[in-house]
């Protein structure tokens, strides 16, 4: 495993960056650049590239879906959210429509946001190419025709022209794909989820997204610490703070920064990546929340330090 | 982890110490719980001076007392927080969910001038 690249990040449902919060980055930007002066085209970039990231970029606001760098030469991803799109259309642009590529694409659940990328996803529709679902739910492959069937979609399921498999893969045993020792996990969400657990040539990354850890059956927290175990990175639903987690977002399904990092540091894994981000958080809270679980980390460090990332559409993290 | 009680007028207050953790969260539900449930207390204040750590188990008791005391129309506060604990109670939004008090006679005064009374004379009679 070579590492991830992040299509998309977002919970729930898509979102973008509106007219009046790129005015106020450029405002932000502005401000702070007020008596400096650019000699060059590379001093610009240098001081863009030098501006906090909730200023001079964004998180984005794409639904879920991460491309496993696999190191081999099939193509890997999780999830079919709104980030499929984008995923398919740089693969195309990097082989050209006419080179036939094969696509392992492992599904958590079929929540909606989750699944809404595949009817954008152009290499579904080219001949030669081949996609392989795989998951732990039985109607996985209904779930994926029904989006597509009128009066919800123009486009049915049976326009798609690659080869289509799908695969279901038993939890909590390691199922060989693609080169890679693959593992699931059922989660606490409505109609259930499943994390991955990824290893191939001694590395590991962890998806486990639209999970809720209920914090009151310990051997639910130990099974989720030997799941993370020595993983290099661990991917993790950090849509909500631990209070609204337990408060009024409770058996919503999803989890906290402050859950994931005690997991992380319970399993000793290397790297915890915030992901699933609530659509309701612009890139301030998001950042904020970063930083406040950094700090959280250094509150509770143990013996080694745990890394801590925040998801963001177009990040790529080589382990 | 140690827990006591007391009670000015009729507000109880609850003084956990130690870490509430995975360890002690069993036996600090057990001995929170009942003080929030209770109709004949009108506010509970948890001081947590001698409380070094809380983790999130700790903090989902805490969860279930706060909805337990609103869930009867009482008042509920948190009182005295370490540095360490004060910043978890940020980081976790913790601090949106309870009254935030520097001191307990500061939370008795504000919740109720009798209590803050009937914690000055113990105060005096102790001394």
Known sequence: ????????????????????????????????????????????????????????????????????????????ACDLGSGLRAFGQAVIGQHGPASPQTYHLFVSHVHWDH???????????????????????ERLEA???????????????????????????????????????????????????????????????????????KLTEPGERLAFADFFRSADLVIFDAMY??????SVKADWGHSSNIVGV?????????????????????????????????????????????????????????? | MQFQSRHFGSIAVATPAGRLDHSAADGFEHSLLPLAQDAQNAALIIDFADVDYISSVGLRVLMLAAKAARARNA????VALQPIVAEIFAISRFDSVFEMFATLPDALAAMSPEARAAYDAALTRDT
């Open chain 1, 115 to 137: 699944i809404m990328g595949l009817p954008f996803f152009g290499p579904a529709y080219i001949p030669g190419n081949r996609l392989i679902f795989y998951g732990g739910h």
């Open chain 1, 143 to 213: 779930a994926l025709r029904r989006q597509m069937d009128m009066p919800s979609f123009p486009v049915g399921f049976d326009v798609l022209r690659a080869s289509i498999e799908f695969v279901h893969l038993t939890p909590d045993t390691p199922h060989d794909v693609a080169g890679m020792r693959v593992t699931l996990k059922r989660q606490h969400h409505v109609g259930d989820s499943y994390g991955y657990r990824f290893e191939r040539n001694g590395r590991t990354i962890v998806y486990s997204t639209d999970s809720e850890h």
């Open chain 1, 262 to 319: 005690e997991l992380c540091q319970l399993a000793g894994a290397k790297e915890l990546c915030l992901f699933h981000h609530e659509p309701a958080l612009d890139d301030a809270a998001l950042a904020k929340m970063l930083a406040e679980t950094r700090r959280f980390e250094e509150i509770t460090r143990g013996a080694a330090p745990l890394r801590v990332s925040a998801a963001y559409d177009g990040l790529e993290i080589i382990l």
């Open chain 2, 75 to 78: 008042r509920i506060a948190a």
């Open chain 1, 1 to 76: 495993m070579r590492g991830v690249r992040f299509w998309g990040t977002r919970g729930s449902l898509p979102v973008a960056l509106d007219a009046s919060g790129v005015r106020a980055k450029l405002v932000a930007a502005l401000r702070d650049a007020q008596g400096r002066t650019f000699d060059s085209d590379a001093d610009v970039d240098a001081y863009v590239d030098a501006l906090p990231f909730e200023i001079g970029a964004t998180f984005g606001g794409n639904t879920s879906c991460v491309e496993l760098l696999t190191g081999g030469p099939e193509y890997a």
């Open chain 1, 241 to 246: 703070s631990l209070a609204e987690a337990t």
